[in-house]
C-alpha cells in the first residue's frame, strides 16, 4: 500500500477492485495490486472490494489483511448494473457479470468515482482501481 502523501492537500482515496479464480494465493493477489497501484498515482487505499461469491476466498481475504483493509461485496447484480470500459463475457458466463474488478472498484468509489487503472489481469486474479470522486 502506498504511504500517505506529504503534501497538506487531502488524498483521494483508491478502491481496489478484485476478481479472482479459487484457489488464488495471497501472493498472487498481492502481486498484482502492487503492479496496479505503481501505476495509480497517488492516494491512500481504502477498500478492497470483490464480488460477494469471492468475499470469503482465503486469498482475497489473506492479501486484504496483509493491506489492513476491509473487504466489500456486492451481488454479482449489482455488479452487472455498472458500467466499465472492459467488460468480459467469459466473467459474465461464470459470474453472473461482466466484470468484477473494474465494477466493484467504481463501485466501491462511490458516486462520482472515476476508474485510474483499468483492469489488470494475471493468470488468477484481476484488479482495478478506481478513484473516489469527492476529494
Known amino acids: 500500500m502506498k504511504p500517505a502523501p506529504t503534501s497538506n492537500a ?37 477498500v478492497l472490494a470483490t464480488v460477494d461469491a469471492k468475499a470469503a476466498e482465503p486469498g482475497i481475504l489473506a492479501a486484504a489483511e496483509r493491506l489492513g483493509l476491509p473487504v466489500r461485496a456486492y451481488p454479482a447484480v449489482e455488479l452487472a448494473g455498472q458500467g466499465v470500459p472492459n467488460p468480459s463475457a467469459a466473467v459474465r458466463d461464470t459470474a453472473g457479470t461482466g466484470s468484477v474488478a473494474e465494477a466493484a472498484a467504481l463501485l466501491a468509489a462511490g458516486p462520482g468515482g472515476v476508474l485510474v487503472v483499468p483492469k489488470r489481469k494475471a493468470p488468477r486474479v484481476t484488479v482495478a482501481i478506481a478513484r473516489n470522486g469527492t476529494v
Open 10 to 46: 487531502p488524498a483521494a482515496a483508491l478502491t481496489l477492485g478484485v476478481g479472482a479464480r479459487r484457489g488464488v494465493t495471497p501472493d498472487e493477489v498481492l502481486g498484482l495490486i502492487g503492479e496496479a497501484l505503481a501505476a495509480a498515482g497517488p492516494g491512500v487505499v481504502a
